[in-house]
């Protein structure tokens, strides 16, 4: 009978491989167009609204910016965050894996590289991020990683649902 040997992680790594971090770059924008249209609950009108986002981040740094994980390994584009600097929060707009790397560690780790960025940021005192309220897994997502439910409010795209709002308090030392 095989052995069953457990595979610790370290922070960064997912199924032996390394999760890094960097800034966008213009040569990202085809990956991100795939991982949007790939994406449960987005589409089209949403990929038009990140290419926008993208354009703006770019052109205006100090607003916000676009992250990207990716495999050291190979420099594989594994996901990416879009990032808003608001009065006293960090903002959370956007964050997506890449489908083929879903439940691999890509989203925690692009979170813990935003709590890093508020962590070092002088005016942030909070990082926020919403959801909608039919998205039970990204709930349980923003949950496991230390954010607190705030509040709700009407989604902006729908009569039914609603935006569920989480925050992670930051401790400034």
């Known amino acids: 009978m095989a052995r069953l040997e457990l595979l610790k992680l370290s922070p960064g ?3 032996g491989m390394t999760i890094q971090m960097r800034e966008f770059q ?4 085809e990956v991100i167009k795939e991982m949007v249209l790939e994406a449960e609950n987005f589409g089209t009108p949403f990929l ?6 993208i354009d703006v981040y770019t052109a205006f740094p100090q607003l916000g910016k676009i992250l990207m994980a990716f495999a050291s390994e190979n ?9 808003q600097f608001d009065w006293r929060a960090l903002v959370i707009n956007s964050i997506i894996t890449h489908h083929d790397h879903l ?5 925690s780790r692009m979170i813990e590289e935003v709590k ?3 962590k070092k940021h002088t005016l942030v005192d909070v990082i926020r991020v919403d959801t ?3 998205m039970e897994y990204s709930q349980q997502f923003y949950l496991s990683c230390g954010f607190e439910r705030a509040g709700y409010v009407p989604h902006y795209l729908s009569w039914t649902n609603n935006q569920v709002i989480f925050v992670y308090q930051l401790s400034k030392q």
């Not at 213009?26 to 924008?29: A, E, N, S």
């Not at 038009?48 to 986002?53: A, P, Y």
């Not at 439940?103 to 989203?107: A, D, H, P």
Request: charged share 35%; hydrophobic share 35%; glycine share 18%.
């Open 13 to 15: 790594s997912s199924f």
């Open 26 to 29: 213009i040569g990202d924008r």
């Open 48 to 53: 038009d609204h990140e290419m926008l986002r």
């Open 75 to 83: 420099k594989e584009v594994l996901g990416y965050t879009a990032i």
């Open 103 to 107: 439940r691999e560690g890509v989203g």
């Open 116 to 118: 890093e960025i508020g």
């Open 132 to 134: 909608g309220d039919f």
